[in-house]
């Protein structure tokens, strides 16, 4: 069955190093603030006087162990000094060593030993070769260690991610250049992206069930005519429900919304995991995907719940049993296999629309491995 899957290879860490921006240069700072890229390395001095967004996870540079003091435990700091960085591990704090390594193996035997004994490692070289990244990824590859290389480009950000197949976990962005770092910042949003194996779905039945609640997921951002979400009654999987933005009688259209169905369903949610519609509250994150499966993270703004007439559409996708309950009424869409909406009521038995199938079994959404019978 199908499940589902990220784009790309492996989820790439990428840091921004803002210890060379001043904080007065606001343009640089904004592109910065509003880009995709969250994790950003500063000074004591910056992280004491700047004003960052709430998405920001700040590493903290820090020198002596005077630097700690304001820094949350847990929190990641970084330093070139390891006994430094053990007196803040004592302390509570994730730990990031640095290393400018010259052409020598000694060099960089000692780097490697000293880098497992760490969260991070930051690696940057003197020489424009990646032997010497490919031999430290070799000797930390069953470390826990994440190794980041420090990097002024894209074009070298994809390089270090692509050195013996494996690739750094992460880079230290390191430059001033606003196309590079809109660059490296679109990156970023394309791993946030995942895909899920949409299939036909023959429907069996459709019938009247009568009056029940339904709730109309309403996000905080704006869909297209090919969106919706995946909705179903049971957890193996569930049948896409289209967004508002398709003709709607006597009323303008709801791009944010998806009037997803009778409140016991579940609705797919990132990291594969599902939600109940009851369970979704203002800042939940709710999976939008498209026809070709291409998925994005909404943010819940408002879930509306209201008595409606209800519409049962059940049916056989890849073998497996799903059906959803949406509301019973023409303005109402689901789509097809074409990828073309249809209008819940007009759908009928030999139809075929789209749907997700996945493994049985959740608690509390999550994914878990027990046998299971939903009907």
Known sequence: MSEQTRVG???????????????????????????????????????????????TELITEIMETSDLDGIPNGEIVLSENGPLLEAAKAKGYQTCISFFIKGTQDDLEKASLEAMKHDFAIVDFDLPTNIPLELIIARLQDSKTVLLKRESTYAD??????????????????????????KASDYVSLQDKTTLDLCPLLVKEVRHIGMGLRACIDTTGIMKTDEGMI???????GIFVCSETHFLPYMNLRPFRVNAGAVHSYVWAPTNATEYLTDLRAGSQVLC??????????????????????????????????NVIVQDDWHIRVMDVNGQPRNATTVQPGDQLLAYVCEPGRHVGIKVNEQILEY
């Open 289 to 322: 995907v498209n026809t070709k499966g291409e998925t994005r993270k909404l943010i819940v703004g408002r879930i509306k719940t209201e008595v409606r007439p209800l519409l049962l559409i059940r049916g056989i996708a890849a073998e497996t049993p799903i």
């Open 9 to 55: 290879l492996n989820t790439r860490q990428v840091w921004f190093d803002g210890r060379p921006v001043p904080l007065e240069q606001h343009d640089l700072w904004s592109l910065i603030h509003n880009s995709n890229i969250t994790k950003v390395l500063v000074t004591p001095a910056q992280r004491h006087n700047g004003n960052f967004p709430l998405k």
């Open 231 to 237: 909705v179903g009654s049971t957890s193996n999987g």
């Open 157 to 182: 950000m994809e390089v270090a991610f692509g050195v013996l197949e494996k690739g750094s976990d992460g880079v230290l962005l390191a430059t001033t250049d606003f196309h590079e770092i809109i």
